[in-house]
């Protein structure tokens, strides 16, 4: 008895361990050692809760946000055979953080990491893009012993490419949402939106385009997001 107990546990595992695909995973699910210590590294997720209590599926909305970053590029100007003849030239602009052009795996990122050279992070232009989930994978940050963290292929709604990339990526969901980078659609009102939204709707009431009974309505919806911290 005590060896078909060992052998079924034992097969549990191997097949825990062997899952490419799970209909669905939470934040929590990804903290929680006796869980994330069997999902293998890339295993698909179909559905996603994530610590804001917003639910992600293959297939919804999100919206670009603000970019986080900067990078500085600097170049050779001039030259000449003197010494000192050349200038360095350098400018800087705004850049995702976690959100980078094309797939985390991808030709062109396996070409720059060969080369010793960061991923292609996504530039300034990208916000206020509008984006559909492509597909969703998590990977440990680090060993297995490690928790996981959700990567997110985006592509674009009407299926074209993003410039010369089919395709973005969020390397780390949950970081990108607390950076402001990424935003999903259906995601509950933060404290600040919920004030901003209320001090409007305050204003159409005052201006007679809201009527008093919307009003209440609203603010008895917003009142617990607003007080609660």
């Keep these: 008895m005590k060896k078909l107990v060992i052998a079924i546990l034992s097969l549990t595992a191997t097949s825990v ?15 929680n050692a006796a869980i ?3 999902i293998r590294n890339n ?8 610590a804001d209590g ?19 590029a600097t170049t050779a ?29 991808g030709f062109g990122n396996i070409m720059s990491a060969m080369a010793g050279e960061t991923p292609n ?3 300034a232009e990208m916000q206020g893009e509008i984006v559909v989930i492509a597909e969703m994978s998590v990977f440990h940050k680090g060993s297995r012993k490690k928790p996981l963290a959700l990567t997110v292929l985006l592509g674009e709604p009407n299926g074209r490419a993003f410039g010369i990339n089919k395709y973005l990526s969020v390397t780390d969901y949950e970081k990108s949402v607390l950076a ?13 939106e919920a004030i901003a ?20 309505a609203l603010k008895k919806e917003l009142t617990p997001l607003i007080v609660s911290e």
């Design 17 to 31: 361990m062997a899952q490419k695909q799970l209909d669905e995973l939470s934040f929590e699910d990804t903290q």
């Design 43 to 50: 295993t698909k997720i179909l559905k996603y809760t994530a």
């Design 121 to 123: 992070n996504a530039g």
């Design 197 to 216: 939204k209320l001090k409007e709707s305050k204003d159409l009431l005052d201006l007679g385009i809201l009527d008093e009974e919307a009003y209440q």
């Design 54 to 72: 917003s639910v992600l599926k293959v297939g919804d909305t999100l919206v670009i946000g603000f970019p986080s970053g900067s990078i500085t």
């Design 180 to 192: 402001g980078e990424i935003k999903s659609i259906n995601a509950p009102l933060t404290r600040e």
């Design 36 to 38: 994330f210590e069997n």
């Design 77 to 105: 100007v001039g030259g000449g055979y003197r010494v000192g003849a050349a200038k360095a030239r350098s400018k800087t602009k705004s850049n995702f953080q976690t959100i980078i052009m094309g797939k985390p795996a």
